[in-house]
């Protein structure tokens, strides 16, 4: 009764169709797993609103006995809400457990048997979730690449170091790994409840599909090897810390549970190496020079990340600077401290140092230097053959969780 006097009252004054979405729960699912449906319904409606070009006048959220209701006034006909509602009852997996009332009609519940509806939100915000962090570790590495300028990588302006990959290498080579970042957030919430170590030999296994994707995508050329490796331990680690509720989404708490998942797998390998002849530029620098590279970093929980490349990026952001901007600042911290094993493998050590030094000198001089005195950067290290690719890998790791982080 409360609620149907709460919508005629909005009638009433705006002299407008008013929708409302009701969602109810009877203790068969948790209040915050209903809260979160809640909210993603009324998101959902309102894009429906947004994408009708239906101007919402007044919006009002009323708790009503053992739910929640969001009442909407909208300029429009009833014919025009109607279909909006009709629309999100098609064509949203969750929407048949709201109350909708349409500006006319009520479309009711569909009452689901006991823990029914948890089951069905539950699986719903798996997928949801996977979806999302896949669609966000593509947009970090589409970032990356197009982040300009970037000393001796791959961007906008030039092809670095490289003469057998593009900026287009790099987009065909991230179209074909967006199914692989869904699959290993899966193999995380699939493999939660076992040990650190399943989850990171499920890992690896996709893992191997996912750099055959990537060779088939760019006829052979390693654009994302070092990413696969990286961002997919990454996503491993969010679903295996996923909850249907709420799920992770505090980088340092994620970066950490990595280290669980990688450093036994590290550890094998590392002493493998002492017993067998190196077969890659990493393993042999591994032997030479006790550089640990990207394995050691996932043992350690990517402190490079954590330590560096994040909070690099968020004062650049708190600054003001773009996302460019922030990008290739947070690279150019990496680059500074990181011991890249692509740079020492490219150049060698005296090179790769020199290189380190500039970067360090440049921001110790102005911490957030124009991105002219960056491109000249470029032109050196493209003059030296140089190009952190080890660093473009985490600072790919660090958009992602920067984003996973505000999603």
């Avoid at 593509?138 to 170091?161: F, H, I, M, W, Y």
């Avoid at 440049?362 to 032109?379: C, F």
Wanted: proline residues 5%; glycine residues 10%; charged residues 25%.
């Amino acid at each position: 009764m409360e609620l149907e006097r709460a919508r005629a009252a909005l009638r009433e004054r705006y002299g407008a169709p008013v929708i409302s979405a009701v969602l109810r729960w009877d203790g068969g699912e948790s209040e915050l797993l209903a809260g979160r449906a809640f909210r993603a319904g009324t998101e959902q409606l309102e894009a429906g609103l947004a994408g009708a070009r239906l101007t919402v006048l007044a919006r009002r959220e009323e708790p009503i006995p053992g739910g929640r209701a969001a009442l909407y006034a909208v300029e429009g006909t009833a014919r025009d809400t109607a279909a909006v509602c009709a629309s999100l009852r098609e064509g949203w997996p969750l929407a048949g457990l709201f109350d909708l009332e349409d500006g006319e009609n009520i479309l009711g519940a569909q009452i689901p048997p006991p823990g029914e509806a948890r089951r069905r939100m539950a699986a719903y915000f798996a997928l949801a979730d996977r979806e999302r962090a896949a669609a966000l570790v593509t947009r970090a590495l589409l970032d990356e690449v197009c982040a300009t300028p970037k000393p001796g990588l791959v961007d906008r302006a030039n092809n670095g170091s490289h003469r057998d990959m593009s900026l287009f290498t790099f987009t065909a080579s991230a179209a074909a790994l967006a199914p692989y970042w869904r699959r290993c957030v899966q193999i995380g919430q699939d493999t939660a409840e076992q040990g650190p170590e399943e989850t990171f030999r499920a890992l690896r296994r996709a893992g191997q599909g996912a750099e055959r994707a990537m060779f088939a995508a760019t006829g052979g050329v390693n654009t994302h090897k070092g990413a696969i490796f990286t961002l997919g331990i990454i996503c491993g680690t969010v679903g295996r810390l996923w909850r249907p509720e709420s799920p992770c989404r505090d980088p340092e708490t994620i970066l950490a549970q990595c280290s669980a998942l990688a450093a036994g797998a590290a550890r094998r390998d590392f002493a493998a190496l002492r017993d067998t002849p190196p077969r890659t530029a990493g393993e042999r620098l591994y032997a030479e020079q006790g550089i640990t590279g990207i394995r050691g970093e996932a043992a350690q929980g990517f402190p490079s990340v954590s330590q560096i490349a994040l909070p690099a990026l968020r004062r650049a952001l708190a600054a003001g600077r773009s996302r460019n901007d922030a990008a290739v600042l947070a690279l150019l911290s990496l680059i500074a401290r990181v011991a890249d094993t692509n740079m020492l493998s490219r150049g060698g050590p005296e090179a790769a140092r020199s290189a380190a030094e500039d970067c360090a000198r440049l921001l110790e001089g102005d911490a957030m230097p124009s991105m002219e005195a960056v491109s000249r950067l470029d032109e050196a290290f493209i003059r030296q053959n140089l190009s952190p690719g080890g660093c473009a890998d985490l600072l790919s790791a660090a958009l992602f969780l920067w984003d996973w982080s505000q999603a």
